[in-house]
């Protein structure tokens, strides 16, 4: 039975490097397909997952709004009491007893294997997020990233990020300084590996401590965090220039998308518009001959009423005659006659005679006072309707204007983006009427069909 070392180490969280969103120069890509990836969660999925519902149940019993917590994940990351996540590096051998490249190594590999698949089973309060085997460096190890968490707690979040609390439910209580939480819980797992280890006929070689017998390329990794660590604020440089391009890219799709639309309104509102200028053009010249018609209608009542004027004249004149004509005046009887015979020749027939004359008078004057009233009534509602239609005009040729105005708007707007673009716009405009139309057909088709 041969033997091999097991290393436990703090690794630095590096997400991107385990998930080789880059490469470091210790990779070897051509070897990256042999890695294996248990899982790569997002972390911020993971914290609404753990602690949505304990940050809930907090928040709720705040009475002071400066007291709750927007974003759990934030507030620990600003923090300085606990870490957002941690990670272990676990290793078996060194670059010389188990390459990458080697059977040893591929051997190693399995081991690891077999260690992680009951990693999590066996820490349940350590929520692994990311783990990876990698066997494009110079020996197999495993990344494992975790969040440690409590349940029932007494402060804070009943359910918290709390690393000595999650390793202290697994049953590990520090004790001194070189003997923590943290210390017993990396020799148990230690143990753990050295038990499949022996399985599979290897022995647990126990030197030192675990950085000691990292493999050199190993060690060389920590002394090149700086560029790991470089590396990452590059990748987050690009992620933040790409993302203020796809947002100015979106500014202008935005923008693009709102001025076709209002060149879509402003296309309808002209054709409409241009409709409304032809219905306004028709309804003033029916307005103007209208007018004009009620015009050649006063100029009609007023001569009918001039022509009264002048019979009514020609009547107060025809009156005088009365006074003077001889055959009005009553004459002298004759030698010799009676009063009786003068009064039934004489008087009698020139007073009817003048019943009758004053009779017909004062009909015709009547008739012509009527007429003349219903003359006035009617050359007042005549003239009111050709100030009526006056008004209307004047309305419809401030309407035209407004028309030619946005009319000529158009014009300009089809000068600055082109007549076939205010076209195509048109055009789209029409089909997705006519789909509309279509729609609303085929749903009072059915609805009939149903009824």
Same mark, same amino acid.
């Given at each position: 039975?041969?033997?091999?070392?097991?290393?436990?180490?703090?690794?630095?969280?590096?997400?991107?490097?385990?998930?080789?969103?880059?490469?470091?120069?210790?990779?070897?890509?051509?070897?990256?397909?042999?890695?294996?990836?248990?899982?790569?969660?997002?972390?911020?999925?993971?914290?609404?997952?753990?602690?949505?519902?304990?940050?809930?149940?907090?928040?709720?019993?705040?009475?002071?709004?400066?007291?709750?917590?927007?974003?759990?994940?934030?507030?620990?990351?600003?923090?300085?009491?606990?870490?957002?996540?941690?990670?272990?590096?676990?290793?078996?051998?060194?670059?010389?007893?188990?390459?990458?490249?080697?059977?040893?190594?591929?051997?190693?590999?399995?081991?690891?294997?077999?260690?992680?698949?009951?990693?999590?089973?066996?820490?349940?309060?350590?929520?692994?997020?990311?783990?990876?085997?990698?066997?494009?460096?110079?020996?197999?190890?495993?990344?494992?990233?975790?969040?440690?968490?409590?349940?029932?707690?007494?402060?804070?979040?009943?359910?918290?990020?709390?690393?000595?609390?999650?390793?202290?439910?697994?049953?590990?209580?520090?004790?001194?300084?070189?003997?923590?939480?943290?210390?017993?819980?990396?020799?148990?797992?230690?143990?753990?590996?050295?038990?499949?280890?022996?399985?599979?006929?290897?022995?647990?070689?126990?030197?030192?401590?675990?950085?000691?017998?990292?493999?050199?390329?190993?060690?060389?990794?920590?002394?090149?965090?700086?560029?790991?660590?470089?590396?990452?604020?590059?990748?987050?440089?690009?992620?933040?220039?790409?993302?203020?391009?796809?947002?100015?890219?979106?500014?202008?799709?935005?923008?693009?998308? @709102?001025?076709?639309?209002?060149?879509?309104?402003?296309?309808?509102?002209?054709?409409?518009?241009?409709?409304?200028?032809?219905?306004?053009?028709?309804?003033?010249?029916?307005?103007?001959?209208?007018?004009?018609?009620?015009?050649?209608?006063?100029?009609?009542?007023?001569?009918?009423?001039?022509?009264?004027?002048?019979?009514?004249?020609?009547?107060?004149?025809?009156?005088?005659?009365?006074?003077?004509?001889?055959?009005?005046?009553?004459?002298?009887?004759?030698?010799?006659?009676?009063?009786?015979?003068?009064?039934?020749?004489?008087?009698?027939?020139?007073?009817?005679?003048?019943?009758?004359?004053?009779?017909?008078?004062?009909?015709?004057?009547?008739?012509?006072?009527?007429?003349?009233?219903?003359?006035?009534?009617?050359?007042?509602?005549?003239?009111?309707?050709?100030?009526?239609?006056?008004?209307?005009?004047?309305?419809?040729?401030?309407?035209?204007?407004?028309?030619?105005?946005?009319?000529?708007?158009?014009?300009?707007?089809?000068?600055?983006?082109?007549?076939? @673009?205010?076209?195509?716009?048109?055009?789209?405009?029409?089909?997705?009427?006519?789909?509309?139309?279509?729609?609303?057909?085929?749903?009072?088709?059915?609805?009939?069909?149903?009824?």
């Amino acid at each position: 039975m041969h033997k091999n070392t097991i290393s436990v180490m703090v690794g630095k969280g590096s997400l991107n490097h385990n998930s080789r969103v880059f490469y470091a120069e210790n990779v070897d890509p051509s070897r990256s397909h042999l890695n294996i990836e248990y899982c790569n969660e997002n972390i911020k999925d993971v914290y609404h997952e753990l602690f949505d519902d304990a940050l809930a149940r907090y928040n709720a019993k705040q009475k002071r709004s400066d007291r709750k917590i927007e974003n759990y994940y934030e507030k620990i990351c600003s923090g300085k009491q606990e870490k957002p996540f941690h990670e272990i590096i676990i290793q078996i051998g060194n670059k010389d007893t188990c390459a990458a490249a080697t059977e040893d190594g591929a051997f190693a590999a399995r081991l690891l294997d077999e260690y992680m698949r009951g990693f999590q089973k066996r820490n349940s309060t350590l929520r692994v997020f990311s783990a990876h085997l990698h066997m494009d460096e110079a020996t197999p190890h495993l990344h494992i990233d975790f969040v440690p968490y409590t349940t029932g707690s007494k402060r804070g979040l009943d359910t918290r990020v709390s690393l000595k609390k999650a390793l202290e439910a697994l049953g590990f209580k520090g004790g001194t300084r070189s003997d923590t939480e943290w210390d017993q819980w990396a020799n148990a797992e230690k143990e753990r590996l050295a038990e499949i280890m022996l399985a599979h006929g290897v022995e647990w070689e126990k030197k030192g401590t675990h950085e000691e017998h990292l493999s050199v390329l190993d060690y060389k990794k920590k002394e090149r965090t700086k560029e790991v660590e470089q590396l990452e604020r590059q990748k987050e440089n690009i992620e933040r220039t790409t993302e203020a391009q796809l947002k100015v890219s979106a500014q202008l799709h935005m923008e693009l998308s @709102q001025a076709n639309h209002e060149l879509t309104e402003l296309r309808r509102e002209t054709a409409e518009a241009r409709e409304e200028k032809e219905e306004a053009l028709q309804a003033v010249a029916t307005a103007k001959k209208e007018a004009e018609e009620a015009e050649a209608i006063v100029e009609e009542n007023q001569k009918k009423a001039d022509d009264l004027k002048a019979y009514i004249r020609t009547f107060e004149r025809n009156v005088h005659e009365y006074d003077d004509a001889k055959k009005w005046q009553l004459p002298e009887p004759d030698f010799l006659m009676g009063a009786g015979t003068y009064r039934e020749k004489k008087a009698l027939p020139l007073v009817n005679t003048l019943k009758n004359v004053i009779k017909n008078l004062t009909l015709q004057l009547i008739h012509a006072l009527e007429a003349n009233e219903r003359l006035q009534k009617s050359l007042k509602k005549t003239e009111q309707k050709v100030d009526h239609l006056l008004n209307r005009v004047n309305k419809l040729e401030e309407k035209n204007k407004l028309l030619n105005e946005r009319s000529h708007t158009l014009e300009l707007v089809e000068h600055a983006v082109g007549e076939d @673009q205010v076209e195509r716009i048109a055009g789209e405009q029409d089909k997705r009427e006519e789909w509309e139309r279509n729609q609303r057909k085929r749903q009072r088709g059915r609805t009939e069909w149903s009824l």
